[in-house]
Nanobody, 115 residues
Framework: QVQLVESGGGLVQAGGSLTLSCAASGSIFSINVMGWYRQAPGKQRELVASITSGGNTYYADSVKGRFTCSRGNAKNTVYLQMNSLKPEDTAVYYC?????????WGQGTPVTVSS
């Protein structure tokens, strides 16, 4: 059984910062990619950022230069540092990991950015 536990969401004013954390536990032998998706009300879930086991990162154009995705010293953890937050960043953020033959999701953590 694989579990992803997210934390760090909340309410912040525009221009502020938040850091999301995700810790994966269970029978995980090799994680290929860890990342963050988000889903705003009435919109499709979208990939925000990801990092491979080799350290290569991807960022959606809308967050480039503001968000940083990184893995912790414990390789089953991933972070999303979010700076200069905008109201349009408001969404539920989901942690996601890809291993050989499977994809796992966290339960989601809400982020609300007030103007």
């Amino acid at each position: 059984q694989v579990q992803l536990v997210e934390s760090g969401g909340g309410l912040v004013q525009a221009g502020g910062s938040l850091t999301l954390s995700c810790a994966a536990s269970g029978s995980i032998f090799s994680i290929n990619v860890m990342g963050w998706y988000r889903q705003a009300p009435g919109k499709q879930r979208e990939l925000v950022a990801s990092i491979t086991s080799g350290g290569n990162t991807y960022y959606a154009d809308s967050v480039k230069g503001r968000f940083t995705c990184s893995r912790g010293n414990a390789k089953n953890t991933v972070y999303l540092q979010m700076n200069s937050l905008k109201p349009e960043d408001t969404a539920v953020y989901y942690c996601n990991i890809r291993v050989v033959g499977a994809i796992y999701w966290g339960q989601g953590t809400p982020v609300t950015v007030s103007s």
